[in-house]
């Protein structure tokens, strides 16, 4: 069981799932916020089509993390062993870009190292197309002042207008849909207070590998679900590197 990236370079992810299928045993990537109550609501909406054709999604996280935060461990802002506000800030929120909306046809991306002194970025911007035709952003800053600010993901369909927000997509902010359904309901219920950015999906998240190993479910996030992320990840900081839009599937 690996937390989120499962690597840090595309090539090292693909070995891990190769070397855990040929030893026969299963890969578990942490996607702890997926189980959130918030985008549990927002993920069943879009499987039953409620918001119709998505036309745009925006994604930003606002934290902040000082310098003493890097400093506070040799790895921390690190290309080798860390990845920047991309790939580990906001890791969980790239992979709502895949696992809510589809699968990503192609993205351009900026990232920059404004303030912080680390080998990696404290802030990037991405623009993403979908195969679907939807259009988004992905707005990440750590140099949010004096805290942290927001971490939010907005969905605007044909049929329908949500977003999901506070410090952690933590808070319905908005939830506007053309027909009306039992689960509506559950709105302020799915909101939650936190102190922290990490939510409380993680025992959750554990349940379901525990029973995976008993036979008793199957894995929610294994190894060839953590690539989907980590894919996206790469392809950001490729469109970064060289200044040009990156289409995925990148190769094999």
Known sequence: MTEKPMATRWQDGLRMV?????????????????????LQLLKRAVEQKRFGRIYNVAVNVFWTRPQ??????????????????????????????????????????????????????DSGVAALRWRSGAMGTLNVSMLTYPKNLEGSITIIGEKGTAKIGGVAVNEVLHWDFSDSRPEDAEIQQASYSTTSVYGFGHPLYYENVIQTLRGEAHPETDGREGLKSLELLIAMYMSARDGCKVALPLEY
Not at 18 to 38: H, I, M, P
Not at 95 to 118: A, F, H, K
């Open 18 to 38: 190769e070397t855990c299928d040929k030893s026969g045993v299963y890969l578990f990537v942490v996607k702890q916020n997926r189980r959130n109550a918030t």
């Open 68 to 121: 003493d935060y890097y400093d506070s461990a040799k790895w921390r802002g690190t290309w080798e062993f860390d990845g920047g506000a991309f790939m580990n800030q906001a890791s969980h929120y790239i992979d709502l870009l895949d696992w809510l909306i589809g699968p990503v046809e192609s993205v351009m991306s900026y990232t920059g190292t404004q303030v912080r002194n680390i080998e990696v970025e």
